[in-house]
């Protein structure tokens, strides 16, 4: 089997502006989810970030790209329009997609899902508690039944997405907030997982659950082939063929 | 509009031999989800419980009912299998079904599942948070973004249910666990809701809000008309006829 | 209960240039699709085309429509992104939106799905047989097992949308394709419904069953009520309150 | 990678009765669907029948299956309640399900689907066309846009059973009627697929096409890993511990 190629896309802001950010991702983002999938071997693994031209997601990238992590935050709004619609093109033909925690305000996710991705959030250094809700889910395998990080962002419910085709993992938070952290859904022959941890302040891509699940997450999108559907005029009836 | 035929189901055991219970509900669980559908006027109520004769759910009663509303707990398996497979024949033609708290485990609930509708439950006196996570969806209306209910017994998660087609509550415990508190399904014509609240030992259908759900739930199951699908032999393809 | 308020907007350009369809539809589309919820009580019925003034679907028209029923075809790159996504807006906060036909390459029901929309199609004046794939759903009320159109436009699969919450009609045609005719989703508060017969060149709206099928959709796609979904920045955990 | 352990369950009743189907299938229909299994590779294929003890599947042959095929038709009703029972717990815990033809009206397809099972039918020698609905999905790889059987027992719509995670094929005959053909489910930790052609009386599994969509099913179907999922009384809080 092949490797499958995966991009890293990271927004690498924070990173050069904040300095707890700074400290905690000196080679932002992007690395610290890249480092993990490289040592886990079976993955080609390419990094690419929005002050890149094109945001370092040219059409030639994009294509050679099995699966997609997308993180991104301050700067939702300068990704292009084009960029974004490229991206979508592509997940409808097969790519998979992981979008990190507030990459759900970020246009491929709110493209493809057809909803504002709107939340509520808190920044209180609290506790999250992930629990698994469907044992058996390949982004769930090898987590007991829940798992939990000891500083994060809250994020809390309603979610506004489309009802999900599988929900994996529920949170909740000191304040007694849930959310659905961990969802599937499908757009074309693309396969799109949200995964919730991720607020920049904290040291959360370090953490081995978080690791194993985005590991995990990335071989369960990745394109089983490349469907080349018929659409379009077609003259014929089968029946007169 | 006539008005709808609601039967409440009820199991009838701990308010006869348990104490507390018996303080909390003197007249049973079944008569205490009644009172209110009855003043809210719009619904025709009668109550059913497992002691009597065919548990009341006759043949007659259950083809006279338009929406079930079913509790359950410690004689789940004194339901006979005819009847609980009646109830499911019903729900297939059109009947509503609401399920209350510990009913999950009930036979027509696991039937019309396909799953084992097993969870994690504690008995500890938490405060239950419940979120709305669908906004809009009919079962919330007139709700906030959530209400609370201040003891009750936890449900965790993995609840083991097929994808809800709709979640409209996820409730948070004391101890940390989740559990999507109200989920819509359907089988054949008939619309099912999961309702979590209701232990017996606390006095939580006297709440508003729970109250509140219960309303809204069954006015949302309500078969929209009795649909009499076409199977079988089928000898004339449509071409011939 | 007062009237639904339903505006039905249409394209209205093959109305005005092409002999056959300004002979079937010499009112426009609209006029054909409105005339009968006029007629069947309990709606305010407005009507709104494209080359009016913000194609007659202003901030005040769309806050003032309970349901939108949507015709498009020829022109569907015309409508200006910020009416498209003032649709989509109300639509997610609880507008039901009813897509008829080519509206499914429309701006509105793309960006609501998340999806392409392409699917296969030809135009040879073939009979369409419509099967009732889930009896007792509400858009079904009314009709028997199937009903027949006797001339109309093929469409074919694959229907690039995601997995439909419920599958109400799928269509066979002569050629031997079939199609997903009647589906239904959720964005947000917002209920869609996708119906696929209503080609230009043929008197299709004037069928009865398809007129039933209209009405049934508009109630079925009606909010329950307006939802206020609270989002955003929440300072303090529920435990703190 | 260890080989899949498939086994294959067959009624095996008309192949020892009826000439027609002796002359179609002299092995019986389980030797003709293990064959193609066993020349592909990287399967460990058992056979099982009715009539041996325990229906072949006892529960060590249980717990030895990664997915089991399933055909079923003239006897389903002797198959006894606890060998259904118990490969229903075995999909639970993450056993793949592959259920072919008439084995919708089998016990486990039923059991699981918590629906009828119902359909139309017709045994007129007519030509199936299956259209691939879902281009990408992993049950579809290797086919075209669609592919067509020369003779088959007609299935018509309404298929009562929960609206399908993922419609893979719609098949339509001459007749006009038109039949979800391949659908997906998950029940616990284990994945379903039915598969609609197959009539004892036509040579359908040794079609091509027919193999590798089973063969494709198969694969889809297996589970990831052995989910352990944690339920029953938690006497501790997360927070607590």
Redesign the interface.
Known sequence: MSPLRITVWNEFRHERTNEKVIQIYPKGIHEALAAPLREAGGFEVATATLDEPEHGLSDARLDATDVLLWWSHMANREVSDERARQV?DRV?K?MGLVVLHSGLLGKPFK??????G?????E?H?RE?L????????V???L???F?IEAEE?Y?????V??????VF?????????F?SGCC??????KIFYFRPGHETYPTYYDKNVQRVIRNAVRWAA???R??????????????R
């Open positions: 979508v409808w097969g493209l493809l899902m057809g909803t504002s709107e939340l509520k959030w808190r209180a609290e508690l629990w698994v809700t469907k044992p058996g889910h390949p769930a395998e090898g007991g039944d829940h939990s809250m809390g419910e309603p979610f506004d489309p009802e999900p085709e599988a929900t529920i949170s909740s938070f000191p304040g007694g907030e849930v659905r859904w499908t757009r074309g022959a693309g394109p089983a082939y469907a080349q559907p018929v659409w379009g005029n077609c003259k014929a009836g089968w029946l007169d």
